[in-house]
């Protein structure tokens, strides 16, 4: 098998996990993730990217405030949301959103239930482990831009290391709770979390996969 087969393997096989189980990843694989992660590309070498990761104790104090926030109070992310996905991408958007509504049984039209599935996300799915992902406020788009590079290297050496994750925007929503727990430094933006664990097999959300737009769709070439 050659390097090209095993990357696309692990890109296939990575996912959006939505249940975990309990059980903590240890320690020594969670730095194996970060020692990989880290060879992601950026511009002029800036690594911009800075990683709290939580213990499972540490987790659950997060878990607990962030899910307050989001009952009690509107959301301040500290980057702009989209201003809106036009057509192909609102398109995949909503078809993402039956997709895991109809995994859990909830049907079109049912608000409370189709809002009690979003607040799972402050619930950080039950994970034992979350990774907050911040960059350098002076750095900007592009800062983010980079960091989007490690989100995914990070979430492809889990995969290969059997740790399953999801990254999450939502989190991303009430930074001043991860600013509060975790001493992160104003200066930097949050940008999303990485919940992360071993993935509960038996579960209705974890059974569904998204497609992707064929190669024809996404690129153009001109000779």
């Not at 607990?64 to 609102?90: I, K, M, Q």
Request: proline share 6%; aromatic share 10%; charged share 25%.
């Amino acid at each position: 098998m050659t390097d090209f087969d095993v990357l696309t393997r692990l890109l296939e096989a990575r996912y959006s996990c939505r249940a975990f189980r309990p059980d903590p990843v240890p320690r020594a694989d969670v730095e194996k993730i970060m020692a990989a992660a880290r060879h992601a590309p950026s511009w002029c070498n800036a690594q911009p990217w800075q990683v709290t990761v939580t213990s499972p104790e540490a987790t659950e104090r997060f878990r607990v405030a962030l899910r307050r926030a989001a009952e009690n109070s509107s959301a301040t992310p500290d980057l702009a949301w989209p201003e809106n996905y036009p057509g192909v991408y609102g398109d995949r958007r909503r078809t993402c959103g039956w997709q895991l509504y109809e995994a859990v049984g909830v049907e079109k039209g049912d608000r409370a239930a189709s809002a009690a599935q979003m607040m799972r996300n402050f619930d950080l799915f039950d994970a034992p482990h979350v990774a907050l992902v911040s960059s350098p406020r002076a750095l900007g788009g592009y800062g983010a831009m980079d960091t989007g590079g490690f989100v995914t290297a990070f979430t492809l050496a889990a995969r290969a290391l059997g740790v399953d994750s999801i990254a999450q925007a939502a989190v991303a929503s009430y930074p001043d709770v991860a600013r509060e727990c975790f001493e992160i430094d104003a200066d930097r933006m949050i940008l999303c979390a990485i919940s992360f664990g071993y993935a509960d097999p038996d579960h209705p959300v974890n059974s569904f996969r998204t497609a992707r737009a064929e190669v024809a769709d996404i690129m153009e070439w001109y000779a």
